[in-house]
């Protein structure tokens, strides 16, 4: 156990005069005055009841015990050293703190993360999911890096850097087999309301973009089976029920593309909403999310994207 006396900057300075010879060049090393130095060290000495330097001319030389203590000390600070740096790389260089939301969690993000780990295998991406709503505000308090999926309606990203991707429409799907495929498409229309539905919960700007079709669209509001951004949950009701699952399409495609899950031709919006990923500009990037986003912009580019307006 150190003995109280002996703090760590009398450890740093004793070291550093050490390497340097010199008093004046140690104290000019760590930023102190050359006083300053000569009271540390005398503090140390005083504490260890030793001689840790001989006074020269021109310097200073290690004494037996101040080569004792360095051959001791040394090895302790650059390994407190190391481990400082390797939590500061760990937490800022190699992790990144990513709010997601719902309509990239099954295709864009997988996609990034597979391309991303490639490239570089150490890098750590911490993933949260939640509201663009309750994620915004996570990224205002810097508790995230950034946050990716479709949110440029959200309010909360006012006062934060929004970069578009590509849009991506809200869409009505079904189970194989549901009543509603056998029906002429200008009937669909009307017959929607019929059937219980799977939304988006209230507070979300993929309900705000439903309920206005509501108004606009349908003669009656349907009825709600499940409010929920669950995608395994609506996923999995949807194909045991006769339920229509409202949902951004990135989130049905593989379902859609097995078969199970069957696009209704309806159109919910004109126009898909924007993908993208915020940042709060008043924080530095790491450089483990500038690679992310790097790859994430490249995986963007090429990915397969949809209009609002369908044409079975």
């Known amino acids: 156990m150190i003995h109280s006396p002996i703090k760590l900057r009398h450890l740093v300075a004793f070291q550093e005069v050490a390497r340097l010879g010199r008093l004046k060049s140690a104290a000019d090393a760590l930023s102190i005055t050359q006083p300053g130095m000569s009271k540390t060290i005398r503090e140390l000495e005083d504490s260890l009841g030793v001689r840790l330097f001989e006074r020269l001319p021109r310097g200073v030389r290690l004494t037996p015990a101040g080569r004792t203590l360095l051959r001791h000390a040394a090895p302790a600070l650059r390994s407190l050293r190391e481990g400082i740096d390797a939590i500061r790389q760990d937490s800022t260089e190699t992790a990144v703190r990513l709010g997601a939301l719902s309509n990239v969690e099954g295709g864009l993000l997988p996609l990034v993360l597979e391309r991303l780990h490639e490239r570089y295998p150490a890098l750590r991406v911490e993933v949260d999911t939640g509201t663009s709503a309750a994620l915004l505000a996570r990224l205002r308090l810097g508790e995230l890096d950034l946050v990716l999926g479709r ?37 669909q229309l009307a017959a929607l309301v019929s059937y219980p539905w799977v939304v988006p919960p209230r507070g ?61 031709s309806q159109s919910i919006e004109l126009r898909g909403g924007s993908v993208g990923l915020a940042v709060n500009s008043t924080q530095p990037m790491p450089d483990a999310v500038s690679r992310f986003c790097d790859c994430l912009r490249r995986i963007a580019a090429d990915y397969p994207q949809e209009t609002a307006t369908h044409n079975p």
């Open 204 to 264: 979300t700007t993929l309900r705000e973009k439903l309920e206005r079709f509501w108004v606009e669209q349908l003669s009656e509001p349907p009825h709600l089976a499940i409010e929920t951004l669950s995608l395994p949950l609506s996923q999995r009701y949807v194909g045991l029920s006769d339920a229509i699952w409202i949902t951004p399409l990135d989130t049905a495609r593989e379902a859609m593309q097995s078969g199970a899950l069957v696009r209704l």
């Open 151 to 187: 949110m440029s309606e959200a309010e909360e990203i006012r006062d934060l850097h929004f970069e578009h991707l590509y849009y991506e429409p809200l869409i009505a799907v079904v189970r194989a087999g549901h009543p509603l495929l056998a029906t002429e498409n200008t009937q």
